[in-house]
T-cell receptor, first 116, second 111 residues
Framework: GAVVSQHPSWVICKSGTSVKIECRSL??????MFWYRQFPKQSLMLMAT?????????EQGVEKDKFLINHASLTLSTLTVTSAHPEDSSFYIC????????????FGPGTRLTVL | QKEVEQNSGPLSVPEGAIASLNCTYS??????FFWYRQYSGKSPELIMS????GDKEDGRFTAQLNKASQYVSLLIRDSQPSDSATYLC???????????FGAGTRLAVHP
């Protein structure tokens, strides 16, 4: 199979604090990982694409200094929401792709972030 | 603006019927298409992929791709209440990083 995990599955934090979310590919090496955000009753919106060992590519409108992405290994990418505010409350989902020979993305279970 | 469009639904079908979900795309260069299912509060799970014109069958699911008309569809035979979910069309052009999600179609299968 192709299993992707995320940790934590949910987190509640105070406004102004930073939150780190981990995304791991458990049984395959992921050359590319993707971070999505989903607000209620909306589809997934791509935030950024990260390749192992490279800087992430952010989508238009996503602040790279606010959403820090690190893809230090072929099995781990992290998203840090810095100085979180209530409007950052959302469902954050990562996905991972094996080698570049396929487009198939396998999704993690998601992290629900609530900022008070 | 490259787009992937779906009817948001809800699409309501009786148990045992065929559910037909459709998706159109604007980028004529699109090559890869995927159907994902998402239950409320959960992340998407892959149903199937399709890259070539024609039909692709996997169990109760059949994906159809028509590149000339720029649409891709998913048929679910013998629909079950457990199929009630939002179905997301995901596709795009080459370069792998340019895949886009449609807004999703909510399917409700009633007993």
């Amino acid at each position: 199979g192709a299993v992707v995990s995320q940790h934590p599955s949910w987190v509640i934090c105070k406004s102004g604090t930073s939150v780190k979310i981990e995304c791991r590919s458990l049984d395959f090496q992921a050359t590319t990982m993707f971070w999505y955000r989903q607000f209620p009753k909306q589809s997934l919106m791509l935030m950024a694409t990260s390749n192992e060992g490279s800087k992430a590519t952010y989508e238009q409108g996503v602040e790279k200094d606010k959403f820090l992405i690190n893809h230090a290994s072929l099995t781990l990418s992290t998203l840090t929401v810095t100085s979180a505010h209530p409007e950052d409350s959302s469902f954050y989902i990562c996905s991972a792709r094996r080698a570049a020979s396929t487009d198939t993305q396998y999704f993690g279970p998601g992290t629900r972030l609530t900022v008070l | 603006q490259k787009e992937v469009e779906q009817n948001s639904g809800p699409l309501s079908v009786p148990e045992g019927a065929i559910a037909s979900l459709n998706c159109t795309y604007s980028d004529r260069g699109s090559q890869s298409f995927f159907w994902y299912r998402q239950y409320s509060g959960k992340s998407p799970e892959l149903i199937m992929s399709i890259y070539s014109n024609g039909d692709k069958e996997d169990g109760r699911f059949t994906a159809q791709l028509n590149k000339a008309s720029q649409y891709v569809s998913l048929l679910i035979r013998d629909s079950q209440p457990s199929d009630s979910a939002t179905y997301l069309c995901f596709g795009g052009s080459g370069g792998y990083n340019k895949l886009i999600f449609g807004a999703g179609t909510r399917l409700a299968v009633h007993p």
